[in-house]
T-cell receptor
Framework: KAGVTQTPRYLIKTRGQQVTLSCSPISGHRSVSWYQQTPGQGLQFLFEYFSETQRNKGNFPGRFSGRQFSNSRSEMNVSTLELGDSALYLC???????????????FGPGTRLTVL | GNSVTQMEGPVTLSEEAFLTINCTYTATGYPSLFWYVQYPGEGLQLLLKATKADDKGSNKGFEATYRKETTSFHLEKGSVQVSDSAVYFCALRSNFGNEKLTFGTGTRLTIIP
């Protein structure tokens, strides 16, 4: 079974630009979550989508947005990039049933975003 | 809110040494607990998990027991190898239907031959 894939793996952008990251979940998984990883803040939850609806959201500004398509693939968009947005962005997929905390999240390799 | 406190790193051990990485948590209800590992340049891989009190998760020689009385989920391995060098993250997810994982700060482990 193919794992979670993320594209692109590396991105270099300049301040003020916008960027779109893509995530393809494991086949059959309906939940996709996004996390930001930085040396200073560690792993922080951005948002989670299930059946094309945002189900949970972390404490990030509105410049960070996402969506999910009918095939469960998800995209994350960051507008008006700032230097502090440089990070590894990780996508995770799971079956996504409500009230199933044991449901395992499987992570992709991440997209390394550098903002200059 | 939920939180995970993890042993500060970095940790350096000799090959075949015994490993313990401490993890304690604060959560309402009965969370599920996880250990993830991150190798250089890669995403997170699930190492093991436990879903209720006294459960023991195990994988690749690593073990961790869900201790509700001490709110702990310490990671142990009896004999580490150079290939175990990585960053280890303890995480929890609450049982209130929220998919969010709450992570500890991570512990960098280096094994010296």
């Amino acid at each position: 079974k193919a794992g979670v894939t993320q594209t692109p793996r590396y991105l270099i952008k300049t301040r003020g630009q916008q960027v779109t990251l893509s995530c393809s979940p494991i086949s059959g998984h309906r939940s996709v979550s996004w996390y930001q990883q930085t040396p200073g803040q560690g792993l922080q939850f951005l948002f989670e989508y299930f059946s094309e609806t945002q189900r949970n959201k972390g404490n990030f500004p509105g410049r960070f947005s996402g969506r999910q398509f009918s095939n469960s693939r998800s995209e994350m968009n960051v507008s008006t990039l700032e230097l502090g947005d440089s990070a590894l962005y990780l996508c995770a997929s799971s079956l996504g049933g409500v009230g199933t905390p044991s449901d395992t999240q499987y992570f992709g390799p991440g997209t390394r975003l550098t903002v200059l | 809110g939920n939180s995970v406190t993890q042993m500060e790193g970095p940790v350096t051990l000799s090959e075949e040494a015994f490993l313990t990485i401490n993890c304690t948590y604060t959560a309402t209800g009965y969370p599920s607990l996880f250990w993830y590992v991150q190798y250089p340049g890669e995403g997170l891989q699930l190492l093991l998990k436990a879903t209720k009190a006294d459960d023991k998760g195990s994988n690749k020689g690593f073990e961790a027991t869900y201790r509700k009385e001490t709110t702990s989920f310490h990671l142990e391995k009896g004999s580490v190898q150079v290939s175990d060098s990585a960053v280890y993250f303890c995480a929890l997810r609450s049982n209130f239907g929220n998919e969010k994982l709450t992570f500890g700060t991570g512990t960098r482990l280096t094994i010296i031959p």
